[in-house]
């Protein structure tokens, strides 16, 4: 398994994905971070945005996930989502309908807005997982 990292992608209901990559991308509270076999041990807190997932071959792979932690030890990467979906798991009408609604109920008072950030980072997230992986 040389310059190999094994991920899982695990949420409360399923385990969405687990297999052998070259490199991961994540986007962490603190930015951005690509993940090389050998990696020193690493636990951080992800945002809603695309796990970017490539293999030896230059092939690309995409996951929407929802916040969550990544653990990286011993050439394996774990992360634990509240949420995570593959791009072809995605509606693309009901995650832009999902935004809008999110969007429109950060303007109004009645609402939370804490929930409704989360909410439209996570729909965000999930269009900009299809985007990438160039599903229409």
């Known amino acids: 398994m040389a310059n190999k990292i094994h991920v899982e992608i695990i949420t409360p209901g399923r385990t969405v994905l687990s297999d052998d990559f070259s490199m991961v991308v994540v986007r962490a509270l603190d930015?951005?971070?690509?993940?090389?076999?050998?990696h020193l041990p690493l636990i951080a807190s992800l945002q809603e945005w695309p796990v970017k997932l490539k293999t030896d071959d230059e092939c690309v792979?995409?996951?929407s996930v929802s916040?969550?932690?990544m653990e990286v030890r011993d050439n394996r990467i774990t992360i634990l989502a509240?949420?995570?979906e593959l791009?072809?798991?995605i509606d693309a009408k009901r995650a832009e309908?999902?935004?809008e609604r999110a969007s429109a109920r950060l303007t109004d008072e009645q609402y939370d807005?804490?929930?409704?950030e989360t909410a439209l980072r996570r729909a965000a997230?999930?269009?900009k997982t299809l985007e990438m992986a160039n599903i229409h």
């Open 31 to 38: 930015g951005e971070m690509g993940i090389l076999a050998d």
């Open 61 to 63: 792979r995409y996951v």
């Open 67 to 69: 916040g969550g932690f």
């Open 82 to 84: 509240t949420a995570a």
């Open 87 to 89: 791009p072809e798991e």
């Open 97 to 99: 309908a999902a935004k």
């Open 113 to 116: 807005h804490m929930r409704s």
């Open 125 to 127: 997230g999930r269009l």
